[in-house]
């Protein structure tokens, strides 16, 4: 008997940029804060993401002003880039380090056209802990659901708008 598959939580948004500069801006960990709400990035500001980069997010009421809060350490598997030109969906993969998240996510870019891209997060993600992975992981992704939708609507928001690069 094979193991279950991981519970996935999905969302995606179709964004007025090319597939090359979508993938560059949201698959970089230093930039989500403007998207997540009442979160931080810890890690070095000088590294772009890469396979092996580690990087640190932290949430919370005062996650923002330097305060404790939810942390999800995190360590990029997997990013490649997506080309519109030879229809190649770009993908940036990261392993949950803990301490309360692990799993996987995950960001893949799809071409549309010259003009327009698809962004889909997803989340393959569980709390640690002794409760059953499967139940846990379907009872967080309630709040992951939400949390992505949330982030690619404010990404998308800020593109659609000539945002900040």
């Given at each position: 008997?094979?193991?279950?598959?991981?519970?996935?939580?999905?969302?995606?948004?179709?964004?007025?940029?090319?597939?090359?500069?979508?993938?560059?801006?949201?698959?970089?960990?230093?930039?989500?804060?403007?998207?997540?709400?009442?979160?931080?990035?810890?890690?070095?500001?000088?590294?772009?993401?890469?396979p092996?980069?580690?990087?640190?997010?932290?949430?919370?009421?005062?996650?923002?002003?330097?305060?404790?809060?939810?942390?999800?350490?995190m360590?990029?598997?997997?990013?490649?880039?997506?080309?519109?030109?030879?229809?190649?969906?770009?993908?940036?993969?990261?392993?949950?380090?803990?301490?309360?998240?692990?799993?996987?996510?995950?960001?893949?870019?799809?071409?549309?056209?010259?003009?327009?891209?698809?962004?889909?997060?997803?989340?393959?993600?569980?709390?640690?802990?002794?409760?059953?992975?499967?139940?846990?992981?379907?009872?967080?992704g309630?709040?992951?659901?939400?949390?992505?939708?949330?982030?690619?609507?404010?990404?998308?928001?800020?593109?659609?708008?000539?945002?900040?690069?």
């Amino acid at each position: 008997m094979s193991p279950r598959p991981p519970h996935r939580v999905e969302v995606s948004r179709l964004v007025p940029l090319d597939a090359e500069t979508a993938f560059a801006r949201v698959t970089d960990p230093r930039l989500h804060p403007r998207w997540i709400p009442l979160t931080r990035f810890e890690g070095d500001p000088t590294v772009a993401p890469a396979p092996g980069v580690a990087f640190t997010m932290v949430s919370g009421p005062g996650a923002r002003r330097g305060r404790d809060g939810f942390v999800d350490r995190m360590t990029t598997l997997e990013h490649l880039a997506p080309s519109t030109e030879d229809a190649v969906v770009g993908r940036n993969v990261v392993r949950k380090d803990g301490p309360a998240l692990l799993g996987t996510a995950g960001l893949d870019v799809v071409p549309v056209d010259e003009h327009r891209s698809r962004v889909v997060w997803w989340e393959e993600a569980y709390l640690a802990g002794p409760w059953p992975r499967r139940l846990n992981a379907a009872a967080v992704g309630v709040f992951l659901r939400g949390m992505l939708a949330l982030a690619l609507w404010r990404f998308g928001r800020e593109v659609s708008r000539g945002g900040r690069r």
